[in-house]
């Protein structure tokens, strides 16, 4: 409890400050005392709750999970879109608009992208607007999946978005997922792969779906892989892959033949990329997206808003 | 206007800054501008009313005047707002504290019914967004075909649940019909008696308190004619409360402005659970000390000049 007297001094300060909008040394001088004794009283009287805070946009929400998924996760940003009374096109619509609007913003530092594959990805790339950038590369960071869907094979996408940019850009002749750790390292030596894998490794920006295993799993629908393949990864807790390299619920790699299969960028060298940005949408990936960032894996994200609130809930 | 993700940038920008406490130089560094930008930034996001402050400030005069009117009358909940020279600021802090103490109390409830008049436009205008997804709002009376300002029922409820994030009914229903028989027959459709009954069975209803004279909104809009306020003058009004009169024993006035109004009327208030009513206007003091004694509303918001008039001139 404090004085009545003390509490009268502590509402004048904190009115003329935020209500009235003056500025601590503008008080300050109206009372005749130091900054110090000003802005300890304002200290006081916010640690006291005499202060409440009004959020009044319709961003407040979002901008909200956007801030506790950043210091939960330690992430560079989170974008956040409202999910609330959209369907799944809307959401899918908005999450690839704002992950165009996050490259655009920063193109300008960028010298080179590095691209996973799938339909987020897909549909991001559709929001891009065409816009020349003669300096940027960009690279595939995956091998294909099989012979359907080929649209949203990490090769298509690079593509696709150096068309947006009149930019450059590499292929990675390789299946995403080979028949042996041996059959695997035996493509990853040759110079035309070894040299792209490489260059993945040193991109300023990847870009990267995440993939659960749910029934929904667009590797699972495409066929990619067979039963046995699901029974085991999941036998190995699999919650979730980047570029088809598959992590548990604490994002550790998954020990297991099945990685070591894998042509494409490791999860050991995404960590050392400078920025990684994931973009998802939709509850059903939940576990997944909460094994990548428990992995450290991601430092943007962007995702809807249900599924930001499912990652802070669970967590 | 400003586009969401300008919105969302000052919204981020006043929440690590107020609620983080970061200061000016912490989120230049965060994102790259300088400290001129970031202050002149949070200055704009006051100005256009992105972020909002409420200086707790109870005296003991007001503490006094709390109990004694909680005693007097039985409320549930009582706030009384010391005055201010401030009239604007008067009222923005009733409001204020009427968004503090209902956000409190949306957790433990599932509905919430709400009346119509520049209060509760007032009202819903102060209150942040903030999500209450599993809440129904239900608006108590029909709707009022042209104002300028979007005051009624309908409109605040579907207002309010932009706002809360939450779900709510829509009352089909004009707020007056032309004849008594008019008003039979509206009452017999299915959606119009189904809302009806849903804003009977609310958890808790916000209203404002009218009046019966020529000033009155009522009687703006042009609703009330001049015979209908001698009709209701020489009944001995009082007030009303959802457009529903009632004389100076709380009786509800057999008007035939009464007899053709459609919404919840004064007997339904008194079996709602909590009913608040928020007042701040001196020529109300009546209608708010007869729906106190009446228990109309059995809880209060107001302010100090108000709270002291009910209890000493009237009590």
Partial sequence: MIEESEKVSLIQVLTMHFIEGLTQSEIARQFGVSNTIISRKINKGRELGFVKYFFKDETAYTVNLERTL???????????????????????????????????????????IGLTWGKALWRFIQELPYQENKDLHIIPLCGGIGSINLAIHSNALSLEMAQHFSCNYFQLYAPAITQSFDLKNQLSSLSVIADILEKGTHVDLAIVGIGDITRASTLREVGYLGKNDWDLLRSLGAVGDIGCMYFDQNGTAI???????????????????KNVMAIAYGVQKKEAVLGALKGQYINTLIIDSDLASALIATN | MLTWIEKRQLTKLVTWHYIDGWTHEEIANKLGISRPIVSKQLQRARNLGIIDFYIENETHNTTKLETELKNKFGLTYVKVIPSAHNVALEKANIMKAAVLYLLQRFPSISSLGIGWGNTMFDLVEEFPYHPFVHL???????GIGISRKKIHSNDLASLLAKKLMCNYAYLYSPFIATSREMKEQLLQIPEIHQTL??????????????????????????????????????????????????????????????????GIGLKDLQSIPEVLGIVYKEDKIPSAYISLKYKYINSFITNESIANSILHDFC
Avoid: W
Avoid at chain 2, 136 to 142: D, E, F, V
């Fill in chain 1, 255 to 273: 020990h297991s033949e099945f990685n070591k299969k894998v042509v494409g960028i490791t999860l050991s060298s995404l960590k050392s990329i």
């Fill in chain 2, 197 to 262: 009954t849903r804003a009977r069975n609310v958890d808790l209803a916000i209203v404002g308190l009218g009046i019966a004279n020529k000033s009155a909104t009522l009687s703006q809009i042009g609703y009330l004619s001049e015979e209908d306020v001698c009709e209701l003058e020489r009944a001995n009004v009082m007030g009303n409360i959802t457009s529903y009169f009632f004389d100076q024993f709380g009786k509800e006035i057999d008007s035939t402005f009464n007899s053709k109004t459609i």
């Fill in chain 2, 136 to 142: 129904n709002i239900i608006p108590l009376i029909g």
């Fill in chain 1, 70 to 112: 950043e210091q939960q996760f330690a992430l560079n940003e989170a974008i956040v879109v409202p999910s609330f009374g959209k369907d799944l096109s809307m959401i899918e619509y908005e999450v690839a608009k704002s992950a165009a609007f996050y490259v655009m913003n920063n193109l300008r530092h960028l010298k080179s």
